[in-house]
């Protein structure tokens, strides 16, 4: 007698892809350091500090933004990036 | 064959023409369903158990009796109930049932009663449930296997068999593969039939699946971003508050402890629409979700408006659903602050001291930061209902006695950026304050859900109101 007990799964059944990390580089010389506003407070400010530092330091930069922290980046955002840069600095806090 | 039950008067009376069939010379089984000792010894030799219903599913038998002609193993004929013209006519028998009454309704078959039909699809029939199947193993503790899996909010769950996943679709007319949305934070599609699974888990009633529904979509709509409200290390999670018919149809409770616990509808429909945002769109606490502390309202926070008074206009009119509709708000709240308010006597002294209160709505140093819902007690109302306040009257006293000067932080670390020095500012964004009537009808307290103050404008999560389509 087979008296298992059948259950369907409530979740979305999806595997989510996972890559490797890519390895940092050794030098930023030479690269361009995407400097990310998610749209909290004062990150254009900490951004500023940081593109002054890394200027100084004769490696480029790139601004970019998000229009609102509430929400994921637009894939179009992510694409300029990934097309524009080679690393990225996001700043996340207040 | 015949498909028969003792509960059926109908089948009574067919029980002498069965025999008569018999006596024709034509092969007879008769499938009973209850208890076959009322066919009597004529028919004993022919009587077949079906108590398992087995044999009814598979004829789709839905009236008994129901008379069923075969010629080489395939049917040739049916009638239901008794119709002596019908029976005649497939039996061949043109004297059959003479005396009795031209027609006699059947009754149900008990293979198509409500929990029983689900039950023997799920058994013996396709059951069209795409989700996949996981088979726990005998002597295994279903609710444990869920646990096991990572799909509860920490409370058991109701384990989703396909019975109950069958009842739960039966609570809506709309297609099981309909996809609703896609749920944050992984953007996961989401059918009707993935909102059954997971309102069953939660412990919902069939009929409570369109709200659920409603309060998924309302969620949905990027204005609520329920992908911040979800992932945020703030508190909040989705308050849903039911306007309308349906509120009274399933129950719901906008009475005594109307916030609390105690009423299934208030705390399974909230419930299920945690329970997809974990399981569907992935938003777990320790994982994406990153809120620092929670709230209790990330179980459930599901509750009914009071419409008692025809003076008060419901919030779902106020937002623009008509009159005698049913609807649901999501406000993306935390906990509940109590406001213990039982000196005042007029609206001016009771608007005064809720302001007070709701000043302290996220930090009082802070203004134009989060929304707020304002819960009035029917103690509390009846102050503003004596001197003909309604709700836009209040709504706006309110906003008034809300304003303030920034003066400085009293003390603590700066809130408020440099432009609002000066004129008077108000504490919340227009439309941020939003006001609910309900609980019992002792007791001078009010409540104050926070909301989440979102990105850094009311435009980027507001709440969202959705009539509820049944």
Redesign the interface.
């Known amino acids: 007698m087979n008296d298992s007990v059948t259950l369907h799964d409530p979740t979305s059944e999806t595997t989510p892809a996972t890559r490797p990390r890519r390895p940092p580089p050794a030098s930023l010389h030479g690269r361009t350091v995407a400097l990310l506003d998610i749209g909290k407070h004062r990150s254009s400010e900490f951004l500023d500090h940081l593109a002054a530092g890394l200027h100084a330091r004769g490696i480029t930069t790139a601004r970019f933004a998000k229009p609102t922290n509430a929400k994921p980046a637009a894939t179009a955002l992510l694409d300029d990036i990934a097309a524009g840069a080679d690393v990225v600095a996001e700043a996340l806090a207040d | 064959m015949a498909v028969v039950k003792d509960d059926c008067e109908t089948c009574h009376l067919a029980i002498p023409v069965l025999a008569e069939i018999l006596r024709a010379g034509h092969p007879l089984t008769v499938y009973w369903q209850d208890d076959g000792a009322f066919l009597g010894p004529d028919l004993a030799a022919t009587a077949t158990d079906d108590r398992s219903l087995e044999q009814s599913f598979h004829l789709d038998i839905h009236t008994v009796p129901t008379l069923i002609r075969e010629e080489e193993d395939a049917e040739t004929g049916r009638t239901e109930g008794w119709n002596r013209a019908d029976w005649r006519d497939l039996t061949g028998l043109p004297a059959l049932g003479d005396g009795l009454p031209a027609h006699r309704p059947g009754c149900g078959s008990r293979s198509v009663q409500p929990g029983i039909a689900e039950s023997l699809r799920?058994r013996h029939g396709d059951t069209g449930?795409r989700?996949?199947?996981?088979?726990?193993?005998?002597g295994?503790d279903?609710v444990e296997?869920?646990y096991d899996r990572g799909?509860t909010d920490g409370l058991p769950v109701v384990?989703?068999?396909?019975e109950r996943?069958l009842r739960m679709l039966g609570g809506t007319r709309r297609d099981r593969a309909e996809v609703i949305g896609r749920?944050?934070?992984?953007m996961?599609?989401?059918t009707v039939e993935?909102v059954a699974?997971?309102a069953v888990?939660a412990g919902c009633r069939p009929e409570y699946m369109p709200v659920v529904l409603a309060a998924l979509e309302a969620a949905l709509d990027?204005g609520f971003?329920l992908?911040?409200v979800t992932c945020?290390t703030c508190f909040s999670g989705p308050v849903v508050i039911v306007n309308g018919p349906v509120a009274r149809r399933i129950g719901m409770n906008a009475g005594l402890n109307a916030l609390g616990q105690g009423n299934r509808a208030n705390a399974t429909i909230g419930r299920a629409v945690n329970?997809v945002v974990r399981?569907?769109?992935?938003g777990r606490p320790g994982e994406i979700d990153r809120s620092t502390l929670g709230s209790p309202g990330k179980y459930t926070f599901c509750f009914a408006e009071d419409e008692s008074d025809e003076e008060w206009t419901p919030l779902s009119v106020a937002r623009g659903v008509p009159t005698g509709r049913s609807a649901v708000t999501v406000f993306a709240g935390d906990g509940i602050q109590g406001v213990t308010e039982q000196k005042a006597r007029t609206p001016e002294e009771l608007t005064r001291s809720l302001a007070m209160a709701l000043a302290a709505v996220g930090h009082p140093k802070l203004c134009e930061w989060a929304p707020a819902l304002l819960v009035l007690s029917p103690e509390h109302y009846a102050i503003y209902r004596e001197a003909g306040w309604g709700r836009e009257r209040i709504t706006g006293a309110l906003h008034e006695a809300l304003l303030r000067p920034v003066a400085g932080a009293g003390g603590v670390a700066e809130g408020m950026p440099p432009s609002y020095r000066g004129p008077l500012i108000p504490k919340f964004h227009p439309g941020a304050l939003l006001l609910v009537r309900a609980g019992g009808s002792a007791g001078l307290f009010s409540a104050i859900i926070a909301g989440w103050p979102?990105?850094?404008s009311f435009d980027?999560?507001h709440p969202v109101t959705r009539e509820i389509r049944e």
């Open positions: 799920a449930i989700a996949r199947t996981i088979e726990v193993a005998s295994a279903p296997a869920c799909w384990p989703p068999t396909p996943i749920i944050p934070p992984a996961a599609p989401c993935k699974v997971n888990l990027p971003t992908h911040g945020s329970l399981n569907v769109g992935g979102g990105g850094r980027e999560s």
